[in-house]
Nanobody
Framework: QVQLVESGGGSVQAGGSLRLSCAAS????????MGWSRQAPGKEREGVAT???????SVADSVKGRFTISRDNAKNRLYLEINNVQPDDTATYYC??????????????????WGQGTQVTVSS
């Protein structure tokens, strides 16, 4: 059973920094591909960063240079560090997991599991 629980959201002033965390439960976390998406009020959900099961990160162009994704397989944790936060970063942030069909196999290419989200509010 895969469970994802995000934390670390809150209110922050523009220009500040924030680190979001996602605690994952389930077997073989180190084989999962992981990612963060966000949804702002009135907008569609957008993916912001992914990290594969070899630790290779990928960040959306819209947030490149400010967002950093990382993972700690020993702790079953995923992180998203946001620097120089902007009001447009206000959104609910979700952690997602792409669990391979077979142990040691490739990720499926889509996130089948999501957490409940953590709210980030940026004031100017």
């Amino acid at each position: 059973q895969v469970q994802l629980v995000e934390s670390g959201g809150g209110s922050v002033q523009a220009g500040g920094s924030l680190r979001l965390s996602c605690a994952a439960s389930g077997s073989s976390y180190n084989t999962w591909c992981m990612g963060w998406s966000r949804q702002a009020p009135g907008k569609e959900r957008e993916g912001v960063a992914t990290i594969d099961n070899n630790g290779r990160p990928s960040v959306a162009d819209s947030v490149k240079g400010r967002f950093t994704i990382s993972r700690d397989n020993a702790k079953n944790r995923l992180y998203l560090e946001i620097n120089n936060v902007q009001p447009d970063d206000t959104a609910t942030y979700y952690c997602g997991a792409d669990v391979p069909v077979m142990y040691g196999g490739p990720c499926r290419g889509r996130f089948g599991y999501w957490g409940q989200g953590t709210q980030v509010t940026v004031s100017s």
